[in-house]
């Protein structure tokens, strides 16, 4: 089985967190890393530059800029805006969702798993424990459900082999090109993620990372990837470069 993990970052972000992910990866994995023209030196990587081979990263922005609202300094999204609200700032979250979806629409792949920039690696996974554990192969997908919220899609599992899982790429990367996402009510990705989800793989099994979750906010220790790494999400655990309770 062919297995690939892909994550996206810039300089910037690379020096506040990206660093650890990228110092401790450690899985025997392809991983993939699209970035914005920038990359550190890193054998076993493959780099790819997110504007030269999304160049619909550069048009969905450019088209968008003027009813999007910046969570983040649009120069520096390592430093946050305060007051403003992320979950309209699709510009944010865009690159994420174009890096996977590229990748996925032209790989030979199996799996793919998306995993943000700001996990961090404790040990290694076997083949055999990834379809165990993290994406059976009768599911299509495997995520973080959040019943009584949306989705949490820091990491985020893709069965290739299966036509309902192309068909749902292919549909996540359409509601950018095509603007679709501002139909909904919110616009960052894990929202439109679950919009997409819920219209187009209705009928196809998927896989629930985490099946008991004592803090929607914090779900990651509950989740069967915890063994394995880390999610150093929101700033205080960036700040502090570990999980907090």
């Not at 292919?170 to 989800?197: F, P």
Request: net charge positive; hydrophobic share 30%.
């Amino acid at each position: 089985m062919k297995i690939a993990v892909v994550t996206t970052f810039n300089k910037k972000l690379y020096d506040y967190y990206a660093h650890r992910f990228m110092n401790t990866y450690n899985w025997p994995f392809d991983l993939y890393v699209y970035h914005e023209g920038w990359h550190p030196k890193q054998d076993k990587v493959f780099f790819r530059d997110i504007h030269k081979t999304n160049p619909e990263v550069k048009e969905f922005i450019e088209r968008n800029r003027h009813r999007n609202i910046n969570s983040t300094d649009p120069n520096d999204h390592s430093k946050i805006i305060p007051g403003t609200n992320y979950k309209n700032d699709a510009i944010r979250f865009c690159y994420k969702v174009f890096a996977k979806t590229h990748l996925m629409q032209e790989c030979n792949y199996d799996y793919v798993f998306w995993a943000d920039a700001d996990i961090v690696f404790k040990k290694p996974i076997t083949e055999k424990e990834v379809i165990e554990k993290f994406l059976p192969e009768d599911c299509s997908i495997s995520y973080i459900d959040r019943p009584t919220y949306y989705s949490e899609c820091g990491f985020v599992g893709y069965n290739l082999k299966r036509y309902s899982t192309q068909k749902f790429i292919y549909n996540l990367r359409k509601y950018y090109t095509n603007d679709l996402l501002y139909n909904e009510r919110e616009w960052h990705d894990s929202y439109v993620w679950d919009c997409v989800r819920k219209k187009h793989l209705q009928g196809s099994k998927t896989h629930n990372l985490a099946p008991r979750i004592d803090k929607v906010g914090n779900p990651w220790p509950n989740t069967f990837m915890s063994e394995y790494c880390d999610h150093l999400k929101g700033k205080k655990r960036k700040d502090a470069g570990v999980m907090l309770k």
